[in-house]
């Protein structure tokens, strides 16, 4: 669950972004977030764990400054025992903005699951601190993560791998690479387990900026498709085999492209 | 347009199929279509003129008489000339049930659009014969048949082509191989240009039976997917650039499987 907000603070922007998201030519998502963050003011964390890389903290600390980031330090977390560092529990707690890279969302859930880092994260965004996160580092972000699943339009019940994760929001499930990798079938299959969920798909350079009214804009070159099961009339998923197609009554769709808005609590497109 | 119905006879079924329907181990689509066109008493005429292979013809001939049809004739109309051939005609005309194979639907529409095989499939259908095809040969059927477009899931303004096609039934557009190819992203952008439009999106091996009320119940393994446009609270179609993401908002989707209904002229989904 997200961290009760500081009395007098407001939660910051919670920003899950699909992955692939530009970086040199039109970097406007990662503009946005070096410009929310404070600029020349800005303390950016960067949490390289979901990658195998050894060069993608450095590379994100580069490309922070470049856009004119103040400050942007690489913490590096490989293993649980790292997760539990004070000074990198220093850095998270003094940071602006915390940016979780794109990798293997099972290596942010194992390694940083219930470590102090974890908590530090949720207690940095609820006094005021912006959490950014790219692909896997997007799914981290709610508090429910698809892990895996089909590729494809229709769902089953078999159809995605959920796993905990981060929970910086909590009545979201957000996919990444959404049109590049045919995901709808797997959040279809998420948001029908139980329709509390509203699902997030975001395509690739394109990011959700979810503000402290849980109220998110569209930013990048793709779209976001929000899937809203609460009106839902039917779900045969209670009874469906393993494998078989579902059926699902009257689920509501929006297609979003930049610009336009959503608001999660009250769940309302709109496109001012 | 379809034919108008013949004073005291039904309509026949329309029944679009997603392509690979099962044809030995359980072919409940294409048993259900021999049955519906009558057993034992069946005249099926099968239209093989998507298809360049030369025994497409033959083998739905056969196929049908194994299951228990009555009689089975396949027409060689390969091109436009033989589309007018009398002999066919009387063939069509005497038929309980038509049955257009897969193949290019551009093939079905170049070769057969405008002729008296095309007209008389019409009007036999309007005096009660029951018209099946599968895959281009579902494409065909409806009056607004998808020739090519995008795949993924996310619809841009130039994300499908449209051709005009057999006119069997009017408000629908249909596209088949729909899960198996995410087909989806091309459904959204034939509904989106006008949403007096439900388009009806097939799994491989799944059927929509459509009988003279345009109510279908869905017959096979996949699923159908629906999507309403009819309540759609804004697009941006018109104004986008080729190749951008649109912004569509409140779309309405239905899953489909086995035995689930829906009424097309009244836009509502049953699972009874």
Known sequence: ?????VDGQKRGYVIPIGGAEEKIDNPEILSKFVELAGGREAKICVIPTASRLEDTGSRYETLFRDLGAGQADSLPIAERSDAQDETHLDIIENATAIFITGGNQLRLSTILGGTPVAKAIRQAN??????GGTSAGAAIISQHMIAGGNVGIVPTEDGVNLAPGMGLINTVVVDQHFN????LARLLSAVSYNPF????????NTAAFIDEDNIFTVVGSGAITVVDP???????????????????LNLKVHI???GAR?????RIAHID
């Open 1 to 5: 669950m997200p961290s009760p907000a």
């Open 126 to 131: 609820a006094r005021g601190a912006h959490v």
């Open 180 to 183: 590049e990798r045919n995901r």
């Open 197 to 204: 969920l509203v699902g997030v798909g975001l395509d690739e």
């Open 230 to 248: 609460s009106d839902i009339e039917y779900s045969s998923m209670a009874e469906a085999r393993r494998g078989e197609a579902l059926t699902l």
């Open 256 to 258: 979003l492209a930049s």
């Open 262 to 266: 959503y608001d999660i609590s009250n």
